[in-house]
């Protein structure tokens, strides 16, 4: 049996309010792409109150590949995804990390806790035979810096 290689990602977008009045507008997709794995994504806001709103918006998604048990999954972002919808299926993802054991669900974390705006993920707590985690900090304005490992040393 073939193990499900892609899973796919599809963007709906919707407006429930306006200014105060319900707008009785439905989902419409916006696009899909494939995508190797995926499991948890978030949007997140940059705190520079001089970017304009669609730039502040980043992208983070999460793959999980249940059957790997000792292999690490890749984490992705991309920036500003508000520019890009008109063409979904184009979107490229850009690789933040690959050494994290099962990625959960990212979180955002305030420059007012570390002096910079930060994004924790945590990974590895689900899986058999692991006893430790971790939670990895990546500087969201620099992602280049290596992830910091705030949970343990494992």
Do not use: C
């Not at 099962?102 to 707590?125: A, C, M, R, Y």
């Amino acid at each position: 049996m073939k193990m499900l290689q892609f899973g796919k990602i599809i963007f709906l977008f919707f407006v429930v309010q306006l200014n105060g009045q319900d707008i009785p507008t439905l989902p419409r997709s916006l696009g899909d792409f494939a995508f190797p794995l995926p499991a948890f994504m978030e949007i997140f806001e940059d705190e520079d109150p001089s970017m304009g709103s669609i730039e502040k918006q980043t992208l983070y998604v999460s793959t999980f590949n249940p059957a790997a048990f000792y292999k690490t999954d890749p984490v992705y972002y991309l920036r500003a995804p508000g520019l890009y919808l008109n063409n979904v299926s184009s979107w490229e993802l850009v690789e933040l990390d690959n050494s994290a054991y099962w990625p959960n669900n990212p979180d955002i974390l305030p420059s007012s806790v570390v002096g910079f705006e930060g994004v924790v993920w945590t990974s590895g707590f689900l899986v058999p035979s692991k006893t430790d985690g971790k939670l990895q900090l990546y500087n969201r304005h620099d992602f280049s810096a290596p992830a910091i490992n705030i949970a343990s040393a494992d």
